[in-house]
Every structure is written in C-alpha cells, then in structure tokens.
C-alpha cells in the first residue's frame, strides 16, 4: 500500500496467449482444479470477469483505470485512489453501495470518529476519543464496541492501545 494506490504482486508471468492488452473477458487456468473449486464454491464468480470488473468499478468511483503490468517475473495490478480528491467519490457511489451509518445506529460521535479515522487516518485511544468529544470513558467504550461489531473499526494492542478503521 502507497499513498496514492495499492498495488497488488503476483508471482509469475502471464499464461502463453495472453498480454496485457487482451486481458479483459479471457479466461485461463493456471491450476484448472483450484480454479474449479473456487468457481463451485461461488468464491469467483464467472470466468473471464474479474478484469472488466475492476476497471468498471473503479470508473464508477471516478477513479483511474487499473494499471496492469509485467515487472520482471511478476504480475502487478495497480489501483490509483483520489489523492486528496477522496470526499468528491462520495457522489460517484452507486446509490446501492451507500450506507446511511445513523440507519445502522451510529450515534453523532462515532461517525465524526470514523471520518477522522477514514479521512486524517486518525487512531483512537479510550482516553483521546472521551477526551475529543467530552463524554465519560463508559460511553466511549459502548461506542466503540457499536463500531467493532460493525466491523468499521478494530482494537489494536492492549487496553490502552488505539483503535484503528
């Protein structure tokens, strides 16, 4: 992870027949067994998707198209984020793939925590969020109880560690 993309790095160089340009809806097995069982198991989900996928959901967000490439004897995927462009995606997010977080319960304080988190990769400790937003060291345990069962948030360390998004 950068701080403009993520990049994904696999072992090994494109099946025979393949290149980059023709990627997108071909289909080939290096394993044609594994490949079987993730296919049965509904863990993919048709053949010669995945590629069009990326590039159409990254194009729903207003974000580049990934760029792939072949870097020695390695495949890479690179996905490119919005830089400091990240609250203009909130728009471009299909309808369907937006979550009201006050319909899931979250009060005024646990939303402003996870923007923080989100947004300014901010961290949290039980002192620092009771402290940030004047409540009682009760109250911000509930809260971030409410987040981790969400799974919006995960305690990292021991008691007084931070929690992180």
Same mark, same amino acid.
């Given at each position: /992870? #950068?701080?403009? *993309?993520?990049?994904?790095?696999? +072992?090994?160089?494109?099946? +025979? @027949?393949?290149?980059?340009?023709?990627?997108?809806?071909?289909?080939?097995?290096?394993?044609? &067994?594994?490949?079987? &069982?993730?296919?049965?198991?509904?863990? /993919?989900?048709? #053949?010669?998707? @995945?590629? @069009?996928? /990326?590039? *159409? %959901?990254?194009?729903?967000? $207003?974000? +580049?198209?990934?760029?792939f490439s072949e870097e020695g004897n390695f495949f890479v995927v690179k996905f490119y984020g919005p830089g400091d462009k990240i609250l203009d995606l909130v728009p471009s997010i299909p309808k369907e793939r937006q979550v009201d977080l006050r319909e899931l319960g979250l009060n005024k304080r646990q939303i402003?925590? %996870?923007?923080?988190?989100?947004?300014? *990769?901010?961290? !949290?400790?039980?002192?620092?969020?009771?402290?940030?937003?004047?409540?009682?060291?009760?109250?911000?345990? *509930?809260? !971030?109880?409410?987040?981790?069962?969400? $799974? #919006?948030?995960?305690?990292?360390?021991?008691?007084?560690?931070? !929690?992180?998004?």
């Amino acid at each position: /992870m #950068f701080d403009d *993309r993520i990049e994904i790095s696999n +072992p090994g160089s494109l099946l +025979p @027949g393949l290149n980059i340009k023709n990627l997108e809806g071909h289909h080939a097995a290096r394993n044609k &067994i594994i490949c079987d &069982i993730f296919h049965e198991t509904k863990d /993919m989900e048709k #053949f010669g998707t @995945g590629v @069009g996928k /990326m590039k *159409r %959901l990254m194009k729903e967000h $207003g974000l +580049p198209k990934p760029d792939f490439s072949e870097e020695g004897n390695f495949f890479v995927v690179k996905f490119y984020g919005p830089g400091d462009k990240i609250l203009d995606l909130v728009p471009s997010i299909p309808k369907e793939r937006q979550v009201d977080l006050r319909e899931l319960g979250l009060n005024k304080r646990q939303i402003e925590a %996870l923007r923080l988190m989100v947004n300014e *990769r901010k961290t !949290f400790t039980i002192n620092e969020y009771y402290q940030k937003f004047n409540t009682s060291e009760k109250t911000a345990r *509930r809260d !971030f109880k409410k987040l981790i069962s969400l $799974g #919006f948030v995960e305690k990292i360390g021991s008691t007084n560690e931070p !929690f992180n998004s």
